[in-house]
């Protein structure tokens, strides 16, 4: 017998799997399905205007009808008559009454909408309604004509100022708010600064209460059309009364641009108001007053602007420009050599000879030796009584304010005593 075979034994493995094979790819996600908005998305639905109040402009929780039947929030009735107004179109003294059948529209309405029910407003927030209701255009423009009537009266200028009424015409007059403040409004609160300027007391106070830079602006606007005439003679003349006290004299010569802007009114060309380059020169001479005032003027090129206007024009602003030089020469060595340079000697030459004997013509003669160097830079003198006159300027007096009132017939008017007669600003009564 031959020897045995070895046993072969017979392994049984897995399949082999190689570590580099690739897993198998996520299936393609499904189709995109179109869904339709849901109604949160869906634009808000605006709520009808029968639903708000007029006052608050909100949603009404408890609508009241007022005769002659119109519909306001309770709340806002109440806050009139706590501040004794009248609700827009409504009497003042009607008794009001529910309106039930608006007040359930108004719920089915923001049942059916998906909104809170409206809930009244409280008693301060519906004060607050009422008072920016009145703020309107036309009320600011009665309001500012009422205080230019008060400030006619010498008496009553001093207890408008004290009750604070400066504030609120400068807020009227001030670039952020007269945009949206009707022509009516500046043209009333110019006259009121102006009245109020008269009172030689109140000048002080209403230049630290900021009155110096609006109607600085309002006087010298670039574009002629920008303000009515008479807004710009009332904030000149109120300007110009205003500069009378030292304080704001300070407060001119430290304005940007103030000199530069005043003298290009002053020898501007395109104004078909003379009266307006004549407040300009006003307020000139008044800055000259002071040593600050001095020194911003020329640094603005005063005198030769000045020497030019009194080359070039007629004897209505000659006495002013003058005035102007007079002013410019006191306690200012720098004149001397900016007049010579100008050639101011030969427009001063001829109003010393020729002008008829009276202030303007002794001040262009003491002007001409300082310009020559015959005279002392430290004279004193103060401006001449022509300077502080109310009728240099056509309308020198502040006016009685009309406005379009609810009467039917306009009621008499005084009969005028003089050229400068006041007419009155009436407002409008409700």
């Known amino acids: 017998m031959g020897a045995p075979r070895a046993r072969r034994w017979k392994l049984l493995l897995p399949p082999f799997q190689s570590s580099k094979r690739k897993p198998p790819l996520p299936p393609p996600p499904p189709p995109p399905v179109a869904v339709a908005p849901s109604p949160e998305k869906k634009e808000e639905e605006v709520v009808p205007e029968e639903f708000l109040c007029p006052i608050s402009g909100s949603p009404m929780a408890d609508p009241v009808i007022l005769p002659p039947g119109r519909t306001f929030e309770r709340a806002c009735v109440d806050a009139c008559a706590e501040l004794s107004l009248s609700p827009p179109g409504a009497s003042p003294a009607a008794a009001a009454i529910p309106n039930d059948a608006l007040r359930a529209a108004i719920r089915t309405w923001h049942a059916r909408s998906g909104r809170a029910t ?16 009145r703020h309107t255009a036309s009320a600011r423009a009665n309001a500012a004509a009422a205080v230019a009537n008060l ?23 001030s670039s952020s708010s007269a945009a949206a403040a009707s022509p009516e409004a500046c043209e009333h609160a110019a006259g009121a600064l102006f009245g109020l300027a008269l009172h030689e007391g109140n000048r002080a106070a209403i230049g630290v209460l900021g009155a110096v830079p609006p109607l600085l602006d ?26 009378l006290a030292a304080v704001n004299q300070s407060k001119l010569a430290r304005s940007p641009s103030a000199a530069k802007n005043l003298l290009a009114i002053a020898s501007s060309s395109s104004f078909t108001d003379p009266p307006i380059r004549r407040l300009a020169l006003m307020v000139i001479c008044n800055m000259a007053a002071s040593t600050e005032g001095r020194a911003a003027l020329m640094d603005a090129g005063a005198v030769a602007t000045v020497t030019t206007i009194l080359s070039n024009s007629n004897s209505e602003v000659e006495e002013l420009c003058v005035a102007a030089m007079y002013g410019m020469s006191r306690g200012n060595p720098r004149f001397r050599a900016l ?39 430290n004279d004193s003198g103060d401006l001449p009584d022509f300077m502080n006159s109310e009728g240099n300027v056509n309308g020198g007096v502040p006016v009685h304010r009309r406005r379009a009132a609810s009467w039917a017939a306009a009621p008499p008017v005084a009969t005028p005593t003089t050229p400068s007669s006041h007419q009155w600003r009436s407002v409008c009564i409700d």
């Open 118 to 133: 409206p809930s009244p407003p409280s008693a301060a927030a519906a004060r607050d309604a009422v008072l920016r209701a």
């Open 339 to 377: 007049a010579r340079a100008a050639g101011a000697d030969r427009p001063l030459i001829l109003v010393a000879e020729k002008a008829n004997a009276g202030a303007h013509k002794e001040m262009a003669r003491k002007t001409l030796r300082v310009v020559l160097g015959l005279g002392d830079y």
């Open 151 to 173: 400030t006619l009266e010498p008496e009553n200028r001093v207890p408008v100022v004290r009750a604070g009424a400066v504030p609120a015409l400068v807020d009227v007059l």
């Open 218 to 243: 309002l006087l010298t606007k670039i574009n002629p059309d920008a303000a009515t005439p008479r807004a710009r003679r009332d904030a000149g003349m109120a300007l110009y009364h205003l500069s």
